[in-house]
């Protein structure tokens, strides 16, 4: 249990790939807050489900759109456990379309959960991470490659994060804090499942031929917050089955 004794928060972690990364670091040993937007029933069961394995676990309601709601997310998962080790950006939005379709609502949206979120997590997390400190944030393949039209709001958004990464890899590591971005590429969960009326095309995109589970993108999240992640730093990692290769 590489993790025991540490405190990891997962933003975004009700469902999906934030949901496998909790479940996660939750059996390596971590204690695990998340937070979810809307479902609570949901993020309940994934509460449990970290309960059953023997860790603390805590679900926080917060939008990451809102960034007084990240910034309490941060402190009340300090307050009910005590620190904060591990900080998991997973959570996020995308909408889809011809970039002059897209309306002002829907592109403050996307900036605001999967950039502005993210930042504003980091931002708060690093009042108290220690020496050791892990920063992940899950992106997406389509920050590197873009090969059907329609994705230019999602794809901006998320290309953004690899520089954020790098930055903060330079500014945190002085302070012994990694900092690094994990890019999935088509993975089955409810936003994206491998039997939607797109999965043959997006795994035709694959050098694999398959949907990744959500539990393949968790266990790299658990190598970068591990110990075998200590000298990795300021790095983007495919997930992906091949689709940049």
Sequence with gaps: MTLDGKVALVTGGSRGIGAAVALRLAADGADV???YRQNAALAAEVVDAVKALGRRALAVAADSADPAAVRAAVAGTVAAFGRL???????GVAALGPLEEL???????VLDVNVRGVLVA???ALAHLAPGGRIVTIGSCLAERSPSPGAVLYSASKSALSGLTRALAREAGGRGI???LVNPGPTDTDMNPADGPDADAQRALTALGRYGDP???????AHLVGDGGRYITGAGIAVDGGVVA
């Design 215 to 221: 539990a393949e993108v968790a266990d790299t999240v």
């Design 33 to 35: 807050a998340l937070t």
């Design 178 to 180: 990694t900092v690094n």
């Design 103 to 109: 309306t002002d609502p829907q592109i403050d949206q």
């Design 85 to 91: 080790d591990i900080l998991v950006n997973s959570a």
């Design 122 to 124: 980091c931002q708060a």
